[in-house]
């Protein structure tokens, strides 16, 4: 038995030289990414596990996790896909900038980059290529001291932008920079962050941070930034 | 008996993954035009000079040239033109079998009487000519250009039976980048509106900000459209604005909350398709076009998935089925759906896999005649247009080169698509259609172009 693992586990071996030689490196990489994630997901779901729990912290997030109809939009009402399951957080009913919001827009939001003190907490967020996962133990880092401070600063309101770099289309890269924007917003939620006072934009590949072409540009331009505003 | 297993799982699983195949190279599959000569202008009593009128002819040349059926000879190329260049006279005989011996199938006479521009389509089969509604010229090439193209199109729906596509419009973005001292540079795109071959271009927005995703709405009646969606970020979240053609400011088209993007209208009219990250991701939904003076519609999600970004729709023209990006799958690609109505559960929802054989998949468009997809997709590095048969089931590269080439659009015909290329430092508007695989550039000068828009059929 010990000996038919083996065997077979070779030819596994075997088949994944085989195949991948017919597909660049970064292919391969994607392929297995993606496979971890099913085999993720499958794992969690045979021990039981299909999502965590949270706080409510407002009407808007009590309706969406009830599964009321929300009048600006109709959501699905499968359990598995309801607004509030794990991985998306409904957005905020406030749009700043918006006729009758209480909060202007983008352009009353300052960079903290400008401000030494804020420059040091609001530190960009980085991601790798086609991924909305934020990963590191940098990136949590700064994710938690945001949150902090935002914490202590209830006043404050913050606009964390998605970004991403030149290589990939730009029309699916607003999307993606909207997943990303989404990705630090929730875990600035889940570290308590009140959930209207965040706000994602996505910008795509529409405002890189720095032009040109070469791994390093392209690291610095997929990122998540922060823009924010001291309501009085 | 172990090792026969093991052998065997081996074989199968190498014969499965075998069937994977290779980065597809593009066949040249150009269609032979059919050749046409556009006579000299023979002028008479006219005060439009001849650089004018050699003018006005070139740009009825570049419209022969583009639409998809001809090509236009010069007279040097056959010796019965050479022959033929010298003694043009718009209403005397040709040397019909000297020109049929040299495959000349038509020949286009012009000639100008004051500022009356007359043209004569003669087959050089048949040996018959029809003659076509003069138009007026001014003398202004940019005022003239569109009866030109209409001159154009009257030709093509007396020799192919349909009207070409020559007087139709397009849309597009023009970016450019502001540096700011000790700031972030900014980035502003403005709406453009031009003529399908560049011309004419007019800056129909003034907004300071990113725009993306312009595109006409289609009008109702037989009419022009008179209005523009477009995506805007002058808040900060993008959100859909519609505004009418040289109007101020626009009006937002849904109230739904967070970020509006990739938008898409029905062909009927009635409806958008777009991606918004309201519920936390990227997903996309679908709602009614507002009415003039009436409240917002609400907004339906049609499509989620959990951890996906999902982008790009593109409405069937029955308006039953969408085409959309998804990465569901790990590399964005391209999905068919059937819209879902009311109540259907997100679970239930079955999607058709259509691009196959490339990575980073986007910006689909359905052609107008519901055949086919033309798409973006990643080869050999390179992003190039792809188009999908729904008929073959097979997918095409249709571009290649260097060129990054993104967003392509349908022009009405089925035929003939725009998008954009990245070459170097610039970003231009292409043309291209499925006979004649070699996209011409229409565009050139300050800032980058994209998101181009061709102007529907009319209803």
Same mark, same amino acid.
């Given at each position: 038995?010990?000996?038919?693992?083996?065997?077979?586990?070779?030819?596994?071996?075997?088949?994944?030289?085989?195949?991948?030689?017919?597909?660049?490196?970064?292919?391969?990489?994607?392929?297995?990414?993606?496979?971890?994630?099913?085999?993720?997901?499958?794992?969690?779901?045979?021990?039981?596990?299909?999502?965590?729990?949270?706080?409510?912290?407002? &009407?808007?997030?009590?309706?969406?996790?009830?599964? !009321?109809? %929300?009048?600006?939009?109709? *959501?699905?009402?499968?359990? /598995?896909? =309801?607004?509030?399951?794990?991985?998306?957080?409904?957005?905020?009913?406030?749009?700043?900038?918006?006729?009758?919001?209480?909060?202007?827009?983008?352009?009353?939001?300052?960079?903290?980059?400008?401000?030494?003190?804020?420059?040091?907490?609001?530190?960009?967020?980085?991601?790798?290529?086609?991924?909305?996962?934020?990963?590191?133990?940098?990136?949590?880092?700064?994710?938690?001291?945001?949150?902090?401070?935002?914490?202590?600063?209830?006043?404050?309101?913050?606009?964390?932008? &998605?970004?991403?770099?030149?290589?990939?289309?730009? !029309?699916? %890269?607003?999307?993606?920079? *909207?997943?990303?924007?989404? /990705?630090? =917003?929730?875990?600035?939620?889940?570290?308590?962050?009140?959930?209207?006072?965040?706000?994602?934009?996505?910008?795509?590949?529409?405002?890189?941070?720095?032009?040109?072409?070469?791994?390093?540009?392209?690291?610095?331009?997929?990122?998540?930034?922060?823009?924010?505003?001291?309501?009085? | 008996?172990?090792?026969?297993?093991?052998?065997?799982?081996?074989?199968?699983?190498?014969?499965?993954?075998?069937?994977?195949?290779?980065?597809?190279?593009?066949?040249?599959?150009?269609?032979?035009?059919?050749?046409?000569?556009?006579?000299?202008?023979?002028?008479?009593?006219?005060?439009?000079?001849?650089?004018?009128?050699?003018?006005?002819?070139?740009?009825?040349?570049?419209?022969?040239?583009?639409?998809?059926?001809?090509?236009?000879?010069?007279?040097?190329?056959?010796?019965?033109?050479?022959?033929?260049?010298?003694?043009?006279?718009?209403?005397?005989?040709?040397?019909?079998?000297?020109?049929?011996?040299?495959?000349?199938?038509?020949?286009?006479?012009?000639?100008?009487?004051?500022?009356?521009?007359?043209?004569?389509?003669?087959?050089?089969?048949?040996?018959?000519?029809?003659?076509?509604?003069?138009?007026?010229?001014?003398?202004?090439?940019?005022?003239?250009?569109?009866?030109?193209?209409?001159?154009?199109?009257?030709?093509?729906?007396?020799?192919?039976?349909?009207?070409?596509?020559?007087?139709?419009?397009?849309?597009?973005?023009?970016?450019?980048?502001?540096?700011?001292?000790?700031?972030?540079?900014?980035?502003?795109?403005?709406?453009?509106?031009?003529?399908?071959?560049?011309?004419?271009?007019?800056?129909?927005?003034?907004?300071?900000?990113?725009?993306?995703?312009?595109?006409?709405?289609?009008?109702?009646?037989?009419?022009?459209?008179?209005?523009?969606?477009?995506?805007?970020?002058?808040?900060?979240?993008?959100?859909?604005?519609?505004?009418?053609?040289?109007?101020?400011?626009?009006?937002?088209?849904?109230?739904?909350?967070?970020?509006?993007?990739?938008?898409?209208?029905?062909?009927?009219?009635?409806?958008?398709?777009?991606?918004?990250?309201?519920?936390?991701?990227?997903?996309?939904?679908?709602?009614?076009?507002?009415?003039?003076?009436?409240?917002?519609?609400?907004?339906?999600?049609?499509?989620?998935?959990?951890?996906?970004?999902?982008?790009?729709?593109?409405?069937?023209?029955?308006?039953?089925?969408?085409?959309?990006?998804?990465?569901?799958?790990?590399?964005?690609?391209?999905?068919?759906?059937?819209?879902?109505?009311?109540?259907?559960?997100?679970?239930?929802?079955?999607?058709?896999?259509?691009?196959?054989?490339?990575?980073?998949?986007?910006?689909?468009?359905?052609?107008?005649?519901?055949?086919?997809?033309?798409?973006?997709?990643?080869?050999?590095?390179?992003?190039?247009?792809?188009?999908?048969?729904?008929?073959?089931?097979?997918?095409?590269?249709?571009?290649?080169?260097?060129?990054?080439?993104?967003?392509?659009?349908?022009?009405?015909?089925?035929?003939?698509?725009?998008?954009?290329?990245?070459?170097?430092?610039?970003?231009?508007?292409?043309?291209?259609?499925?006979?004649?695989?070699?996209?011409?550039?229409?565009?050139?000068?300050?800032?980058?172009?994209?998101?181009?828009?061709?102007?529907?059929?009319?209803?």
């Amino acid at each position: 038995m010990k000996r038919f693992l083996v065997q077979f586990a070779l030819s596994l071996c075997v088949l994944q030289l085989t195949t991948s030689c017919q597909r660049s490196s970064d292919d391969v990489w994607n392929d297995t990414q993606s496979a971890g994630r099913h085999v993720a997901r499958g794992v969690k779901t045979a021990f039981g596990y299909h999502g965590e729990s949270r706080e409510i912290n407002s &009407g808007d997030e009590f309706d969406a996790a009830s599964g !009321a109809s %929300n009048p600006d939009f109709v *959501a699905f009402d499968d359990e /598995a896909m =309801r607004v509030g399951a794990s991985d998306s957080i409904l957005q905020a009913r406030e749009t700043p900038g918006e006729a009758g919001s209480s909060i202007p827009g983008i352009e009353a939001f300052r960079d903290p980059a400008l401000d030494p003190e804020l420059a040091e907490i609001f530190k960009h967020v980085h991601f790798d290529y086609n991924s909305s996962l934020v990963k590191g133990q940098e990136n949590l880092t700064i994710i938690v001291a945001m949150s902090e401070w935002l914490k202590n600063h209830p006043n404050v309101y913050i606009f964390v932008e &998605g970004h991403c770099d030149s290589r990939g289309p730009a !029309a699916y %890269n607003l999307a993606l920079g *909207a997943n990303r924007s989404n /990705a630090i =917003r929730n875990l600035m939620i889940k570290e308590g962050v009140v959930y209207d006072r965040v706000f994602t934009i996505s910008y795509g590949k529409e405002r890189p941070l720095v032009e040109g072409e070469g791994e390093e540009i392209w690291t610095a331009n997929r990122r998540g930034q922060f823009k924010v505003y001291e309501k009085n | 008996m172990k090792l026969l297993i093991s052998f065997c799982l081996l074989f199968c699983q190498i014969a499965l993954f075998a069937q994977e195949e290779k980065i597809f190279v593009q066949l040249d599959t150009e269609i032979p035009m059919i050749p046409v000569y556009v006579t000299p202008i023979q002028s008479q009593e006219s005060a439009l000079t001849a650089t004018f009128q050699e003018q006005a002819r070139q740009v009825l040349l570049f419209d022969l040239n583009h639409n998809g059926h001809t090509r236009t000879l010069t007279a040097n190329e056959t010796s019965a033109l050479l022959s033929l260049k010298d003694q043009a006279s718009f209403d005397s005989e040709l040397p019909f079998q000297k020109l049929k011996n040299d495959g000349l199938l038509y020949l286009i006479k012009l000639k100008m009487l004051g500022n009356e521009l007359s043209c004569k389509v003669v087959s050089v089969n048949a040996q018959t000519g029809t003659t076509i509604d003069h138009i007026m010229l001014s003398g202004d090439l940019s005022k003239d250009r569109a009866k030109i193209h209409q001159l154009a199109d009257a030709i093509h729906k007396l020799l192919f039976g349909k009207s070409g596509i020559a007087t139709s419009r397009i849309l597009y973005t023009v970016k450019h980048k502001i540096e700011r001292p000790k700031q972030e540079a900014k980035y502003i795109s403005e709406v453009f509106m031009a003529d399908y071959d560049g011309y004419n271009a007019r800056q129909l927005t003034s907004e300071g900000t990113l725009i993306t995703h312009p595109m006409f709405v289609p009008a109702l009646g037989g009419k022009s459209s008179n209005a523009f969606l477009y995506v805007s970020y002058k808040i900060g979240q993008p959100k859909m604005y519609i505004n009418q053609l040289f109007n101020k400011n626009g009006t937002r088209v849904s109230k739904i909350r967070a970020n509006q993007v990739t938008p898409s209208i029905s062909p009927n009219g009635l409806f958008v398709a777009f991606s918004s990250d309201v519920a936390g991701r990227a997903d996309i939904f679908l709602q009614p076009l507002p009415a003039q003076g009436n409240e917002m519609p609400t907004a339906r999600q049609i499509f989620t998935a959990k951890g996906t970004a999902n982008a790009s729709p593109t409405f069937s023209p029955d308006g039953k089925r969408m085409a959309f990006v998804s990465d569901k799958d790990g590399s964005p690609k391209v999905y068919v759906m059937q819209i879902p109505g009311q109540g259907t559960k997100a679970k239930d929802i079955k999607l058709q896999l259509i691009s196959k054989r490339c990575r980073e998949n986007s910006a689909p468009c359905w052609s107008p005649d519901g055949k086919k997809l033309a798409y973006c997709a990643k080869t050999n590095d390179v992003r190039q247009i792809w188009i999908y048969d729904f008929e073959t089931g097979k997918e095409r590269q249709l571009t290649k080169g260097h060129a990054i080439k993104e967003n392509p659009t349908w022009a009405s015909d089925s035929l003939h698509l725009l998008f954009n290329a990245k070459e170097g430092q610039a970003t231009e508007i292409y043309l291209i259609n499925l006979n004649q695989p070699k996209a011409v550039k229409i565009t050139s000068g300050a800032g980058e172009k994209f998101f181009p828009s061709w102007e529907p059929k009319q209803l």
